[in-house]
């Protein structure tokens, strides 16, 4: 008998199939309500409320799934759940198309003043001059972040008549094609729409996206709307904006730290706000609820789950072979993405060697994980990194060789975009680690570890000089430093690292240099 705790309200309907399963008992009471009994259940199923921290997963030792029936899995400390060995999952779909009319709504209510005007009537008044609004018709709507709810609103708002412009680094021609869509710069869409939502994850790129740097680009009577995570819209940057009139009006759904209490963007007429309502739809609880609740009672059967998003599924054995070339694969991965920014359609990966042996296809999806990681909002893993790929229409291919190029394994990876292609190799060498040993077709030899820039140049006497210079002016103490070349006076890189991570401003100092082609910061 499994003992399951929902610790957040949840819809029945949605949780009829466990309620009604034979081999469980399901306790519906808040995780701080029942702390005598948490040692004994076997999976919790929560949403936002409860807070999963290391301390509750403590708490829990027979604890083997945590369920978030939502998207975001802000509020469930993954590390420490993998590091008690406890499988989360999430229901990633399920609300997507009840955020999109969320944001859908809000954006209306925005231009037609519904709920200023709602209260004005309810108040006695009948004041049809004070609430004057916008069409959306011919408008130009810049959505910025087109994963799933991104491309609902798309779809919508082209319905409606609208422009749609759309700024996200990681959307390929072919999507953006299909969906009819303009893509953009950020400045362009900035300088351009008279309405900005914004759909992307938190991250420390979307953190302040629209904030002091972004606003005065943006045209004179623009609306904004959050409808994703507080944070990405700087709460405190806009204000400045609104009391002068640059801003016409805003709709927040989220804040930077929920609930908001005496919110001082509260106080402004043209600020509209909801409680995190997006997903708050029968339909979508429903969706969410049913999706946790079948995937925890298949997890409790011994099955695989489909939407994981911390743990691998293999056995002990096998993932003690592979696990070496796992873990290099995703810092290949992520090396690559973040060495080439720009929108990916295909992504190919040959093994060489005695790594051609193992379980590849694991190998391939760690290395996949590793790659979409910086790209997207839901936390991706062995397990769903093909299916997430395949949704933004990046495919991935294998090769297996037995041939040896001098390594006795080794990985290489090849990363074709729009424009340009970009590949790297890895090795591991047992008793010393994991190595990436060429770049584009560059030998070099550095650990993928830490603090790291990349930089292609031009081959000439003085550039290495100058970058060490400028380090050293700003007090940046060089750990290690790679170079590579083809031949002399052509093409060169260099790959060095640190012990903190350089700013934004010093990257543009470098990049300065005569000579540097381009610099990349790489984060591992
Ligand atoms: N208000 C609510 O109740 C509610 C409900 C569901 C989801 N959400 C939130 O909505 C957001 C979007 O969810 P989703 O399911 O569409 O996620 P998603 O992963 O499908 O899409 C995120 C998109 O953002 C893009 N992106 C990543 N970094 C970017 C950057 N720096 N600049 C521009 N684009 C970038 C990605 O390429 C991707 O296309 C998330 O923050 C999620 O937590 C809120
Ligand atoms: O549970 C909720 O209502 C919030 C859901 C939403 O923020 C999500 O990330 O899925």
């Known amino acids: ?271 509209i706000a909801t409680p995190h309502l997006g997903a708050s739809t029968k339909e979508a609880q429903l969706n969410v609820a049913a999706q946790v609740a079948q995937d925890v009672l298949h997890f409790l059967d011994g099955k695989m789950v489909t939407t994981s998003v911390n743990l691998p599924t293999l056995t002990k054995e096998v993932f003690e072979k592979i696990q070496p070339f796992y873990k290099l694969a995703k810092k290949m991965g992520n090396v690559v993405s973040q060495c080439m920014k720009e929108p990916v359609n295909d992504i190919s990966i040959k093994y060489e060697g005695s790594v051609a042996e193992l379980e590849t296809s694991f190998i391939t999806k760690s290395l996949i994980a590793g790659f979409l990681t910086p790209r997207v909002a839901s936390n991706v893993n062995e397990v769903n990194a093909g299916m997430i790929a395949k949704e933004r229409g990046i495919s991935f291919s294998e090769k297996i060789t037995s041939n040896q190029s001098g390594y006795a394994n080794c990985i290489t990876v090849a990363i074709h975009g729009d424009q340009t292609t970009f590949e790297i190799k890895g090795t591991h060498i047992p008793h010393y680690g994991e190595r990436i040993v060429g770049i584009n077709s560059f030998n070099i030899d550095f650990y993928p570890s830490g603090h790291l820039i990349y930089i292609q140049h031009t081959d000439k006497p003085g550039v290495i000089g100058r970058v060490g210079r400028i380090l050293g002016d700003h007090e940046v103490n060089i750990a290690t430093m790679q170079v590579g070349r083809k031949n002399a006076g052509g093409e060169a890189i260099m790959m060095l690292s640190f012990d903190r991570s350089l700013d934004e401003s010093l990257l543009t100092t470098l990049s300065e240099i005569d000579d540097i082609v381009s610099i990349r910061a790489i984060e591992l």
Request: glycine residues 8%; proline residues 4%; charged residues 20%.
């Open 1 to 271: 008998m499994y003992r399951i705790l929902v610790s957040d309200s949840m819809s029945a309907d949605g949780l009829q199939p466990m309620l009604a399963a034979e081999n469980v008992e399901v306790v519906q009471k808040k995780a701080s309500e029942a702390a005598d009994e948490l040692h004994t259940f076997h999976a919790l199923l929560v949403r936002s409320a409860t807070k999963v921290t290391d301390e509750l997963i403590g708490k829990m030792p027979s604890l083997k799934i945590i369920a978030r029936a939502g998207v975001g899995i802000d509020n469930i400390d993954l590390d420490a759940a993998t590091k008690h060995g406890v499988v989360v999952i999430n229901a990633p779909d399920g609300n997507t198309i009840s955020t999109a009319e969320h944001t859908f709504a809000m954006m209306t209510s925005l231009l037609r003043h519904i709920p200023q005007a709602n209260v004005s009537v309810k108040s006695n008044e009948w004041n049809r001059t004070a609430y004057v609004g916008t069409e959306l018709y011919g408008k130009t709507l810049g959505i910025v972040g087109l994963g799933r709810i991104g491309t609902e609103i798309a779809k919508r708002a082209q319905a409606f008549g609208v422009n749609v412009l759309v700024f996200d680094p990681f959307l390929t021609r072919d999507r953006a094609a299909k969906i009819s869509v303009k893509s953009a710069s950020l400045d362009e869409l900035l300088e351009q729409a008279d309405i900005i939502t914004v759909h992307t994850p938190l991250t420390k790129e979307t953190r302040g996206l629209i904030g002091a740097k972004s606003l005065p680009k943006t045209k004179k009577g623009v609306y904004l709307l959050n409808c994703a995570r507080g944070g990405i819209i700087d709460e405190e940057a806009v204000i400045p904006f609104l009391e002068n009139g640059h801003i016409a009006g805003l709709a927040l759904d989220v804040f930077e730290i929920e609930p908001p209490v005496n919110h001082p963007l509260l106080k402004y007429d043209n600020v």
